[in-house]
Nanobody, 124 residues
Framework: VQLQASGGGLVQAGGSLRLSCAVS????????VAWYRQPPGKQRELVAR???????NYAPSVKDRFTITRDTAKNTVDLHMNSLKPEDTGVYYC???????????????????WGQGTLVTVSS
């Protein structure tokens, strides 16, 4: 399963961006989709996650500003970012966890795929 992230760029504080992650390849099912980010000089951190049944979780620092969405028909996962702050600067990665196809209609082994990262820079 391959992920292709896009949508990063330079934006002023208070602005908005939409990141998109295209999911390709063959799989049985998806357990969760998520966006992580890695600020300069810091470790990667979870930004938002959506479970297979639609439950959403957000980092406290982005709650009420960011929204994760999933389009199952298009196999895309988006991150809508509003009221951006300079501390939101970083490389953003999409992540998908699920099961590959097994025998017949059964799920196979699990997979955990990452996109290549897209840079978001928020200027003050």
């Amino acid at each position: 399963v391959q992920l292709q992230a896009s949508g990063g760029g330079l934006v002023q504080a208070g602005g908005s961006l939409r990141l998109s992650c295209a999911v390709s390849g063959s799989f049985h099912s998806i357990t969760s989709v998520a966006w992580y980010r890695q600020p300069p000089g810091k470790q990667r951190e979870l930004v938002a996650r959506m479970s297979s049944v639609g439950d959403e979780n957000y980092a406290p620092s982005v709650k009420d500003r960011f929204t994760i969405t999933r389009d199952t028909a298009k196999n895309t996962v988006d991150l809508h970012m509003n009221s951006l702050k300079p501390e939101d600067t970083g490389v953003y990665y999409c992540n998908v966890v699920g099961a590959l196809r097994g025998k017949g209609w059964s799920p196979g082994r699990n997979f955990n795929s990452w996109g290549q990262g897209t840079l978001v820079t928020v200027s003050s």
